[in-house]
């Protein structure tokens, strides 16, 4: 019998992606720069003018272009699951090198913070011109604006990729690796959402992955004050390893990051529509993934307990609702950590 070490109480931490700002197009990036410049060289005349719309469009670019990186997250420092996520995600997001998602999102953030620089660098080289041109200064400035356009367009197509990992990562649901989790496999039809529904009051977050057709659904139920986190794997711990295509297996990789156990819910009676053989393949195989303690659950246990199990439960007849979930608390075994009192 496998020996798993008591969970302890790890620092709060919420979905690491959620306070992602949108990031603006090539277009929209130039043509605030330029609008807000315009606005500032018409409250003044001659060269100061100049100066303040070439000061004021450089600040607006680079300050705009700066925000798209500093809002990110550092990728090293993110908890294992969410960076699973992420390198699936921007995997699927970034097709030209889907084997590092983070690897191609992290060249593309290096590119944007480039041009921030690149546009700074263009002010520096300008303002003396400006300053000096006399009559010349509205061309030095134009000279700038062009300059300044330049870059940003040359990095269109990161902020678009950029983009399109942002919109996909916001839509996780605030799943949090700080909190107890126990993960409900198992085939569909055996149970699974019937019995989250039960034990968590049917209040759940329900999202989609962000790479799948399918969705997560995430419910949390509260026993001697710690708050557990039930999540619920639809289209990934419902099938056979090799039914995943390779982002949904990336997806399953990170749930071991995320689980501190594993219910696999079986139906004995199999009016789920799956054998039991092929339900117990699933379990196997489950077991051989997961390095936390898997609970093999027999649901429908007023149709059939025909198989070994650690628990049997029927949630329509209210039998063992309580005592399965408090199986899975007791399987996790977490241990708040104590302030330290000397």
């Avoid at 949108?22 to 130039?30: K, L, N, S, Y």
């Avoid at 711990?237 to 997806?251: C, F, G, K, T, V």
């Avoid at 489950?286 to 650690?310: C, G, H, M, Q």
Wanted: hydrophobic fraction near 40%; charge should be negative.
């Amino acid at each position: 019998m496998a020996l798993y070490a008591p969970i302890l109480y790890r620092q709060s931490m919420s979905q690491p992606f959620e306070g992602l700002p949108t990031t603006p197009t090539a277009a929209e990036v130039i043509d605030k720069a330029f609008s807000r410049a315009a606005r500032a060289g018409g409250a003044k005349s001659g060269t100061e003018a100049q100066e303040s719309m070439l000061q004021t469009a450089s600040n607006v670019v680079a300050d705009n272009l700066d925000n798209v990186v500093t809002t990110w997250p550092d990728f090293d420092e993110l908890d294992p699951f969410y960076r699973e996520l992420l390198d699936a995600v921007a995997g699927r997001a970034l097709p030209q090198d889907p084997d590092d998602g983070v690897d191609a999102l992290r060249q593309h953030l290096s590119e944007v913070g480039w041009a921030a620089h690149q546009t700074r660098e263009i002010r520096n080289e300008y303002q003396g011109r400006v300053r000096e041109g006399g009559d010349a200064a509205v061309k030095f400035r134009k000279q700038a604006f062009a300059r300044m356009a330049d870059v940003v367009e040359e990095i269109e197509d990161d902020l678009a990729a950029i983009s399109t990992a942002r919109d996909a990562l916001k839509g996780l649901p605030d799943i949090r690796p700080d909190e107890p989790t126990i993960v409900i496999a198992g085939y569909p039809n055996v149970g699974k959402s019937t019995f989250v529904n039960a034990v968590t009051n049917a209040r759940n977050e329900v999202a989609s992955y962000p790479f799948t057709t399918t969705e997560i659904r995430v419910g949390h139920v509260t026993r001697d004050h710690i708050r557990y986190q039930l999540v619920d794997t639809p289209g990934l711990l419902d099938r056979p390893a090799d039914d995943r295509n390779e982002i949904e297996s990336q997806a399953v990789s990170a749930l071991t990051h995320l689980a501190d156990c594993v219910v696999v819910m079986v139906d004995p009676s199999e009016e789920c529509g799956y054998p039991l053989e092929v339900q117990l393949e699933l379990l196997a195989s489950i077991e051989s993934t997961f390095d936390v303690p898997v609970l093999t659950v027999a649901t429908k246990s007023d149709r059939s307990t025909d198989v070994e199990a650690d628990e049997y439960v029927s949630v329509t007849a209210d039998d063992n609702v309580e005592g399965t979930l408090l199986a899975a608390i007791e399987a996790v075994g977490y241990e708040p950590e104590l302030p330290y009192d000397g």
